[in-house]
């Protein structure tokens, strides 16, 4: 058993079938990455994980216990977090108090905006804010404002935000999309590196072949909404289900 199994998942909008009978086990300590062509379900899928979307059958467990049902807050303290494909950070705010904030909402129990007010009297949890920002090599920047972030900082930060709640499993939507390659190089070698520190489980949605095949130990390819095959990234780089799936026929 992995710590995420999904079974039997389908997900239809109107006539359109998004997800048909989806099985998928991410093991713990492993980055598992999830590919396919554009339209193949991948984003349906991860909705479905963190409770964005329920399925309209089949189930999602996560370390023993349901997903389905519960609103997507419930679901990231169950300790699954998750990276969007455009940073969602706080503009308005410096590096270090968008880290603040989540670590008002671990310490509380709930998110609180107001909390911002308070937080250059809180030591704790600055210091706090520190040590994350310290893990993704941002401690320098601490005091800037996120608008003069590139986007591999934008990323750094959104990662640091997400390791204050102590994940099992981070979800990761394309996390190097629109970034230029010394920047998606740099972010591959922190995923890394948080990996091997903390032990957290992965699970990658991603275009870029460079990061999957880099990163993943397991991948499972997706086609309108069908897992076609899961495998080792030196069994899937020569599939013909694979091949045809993106190039539109099989090549063997």
Excluded at 138 to 163: P, V, Y
């Amino acid at each position: 058993m992995g710590i995420l199994e999904v079974k039997g998942v389908n997900k239809r909008f109107g006539g359109l079938q998004a997800l048909g009978d989806v099985n998928l086990s991410v093991q713990e300590n492993t980055v598992h990455a999830i590919i396919g062509p554009t339209g193949a379900g991948k984003s349906t899928l991860l909705n479905c994980l963190v409770g964005k979307l329920i399925p309209d059958s089949g189930s999602v467990m996560f370390d023993g216990q349901s997903v389905l049902g519960r609103k997507p807050f419930e679901i990231n303290q169950m300790g699954i977090s998750r990276v969007f494909q455009t940073p969602e950070i706080f503009t308005d705010l410096s590096v270090i108090e968008n880290v603040m904030i989540p670590c008002f909402a671990k310490r509380d129990g709930a998110f609180r905006m107001h909390a911002i007010e308070s937080v250059s009297s809180e030591k704790g949890i600055r210091e706090q804010a520190e040590t994350m920002l310290a893990d993704v090599n941002m401690l320098d920047k601490r005091d800037m404002h996120t608008a003069s972030l590139s986007r591999g900082d934008k990323r750094r930060l959104e990662m640091a935000m997400c390791l204050v709640q102590d994940p099992k499993l981070l979800l990761l939507d394309e996390p190097t999309a629109g970034m230029a390659r010394a920047d998606t190089n740099n972010t591959i070698d922190l995923l890394k590196e948080i990996k091997e520190k903390r032990n957290i489980t992965m699970a990658i949605i991603e275009h870029d072949m460079h990061v999957v095949f880099s990163m993943a130990e397991r991948i499972t390819v997706l086609a309108q909404g069908t897992p076609l095959v899961e495998d080792t990234p030196d069994n899937i780089k020569g599939h013909p289900k694979v091949r045809e799936a993106y190039l539109g026929e099989a090549q063997v």
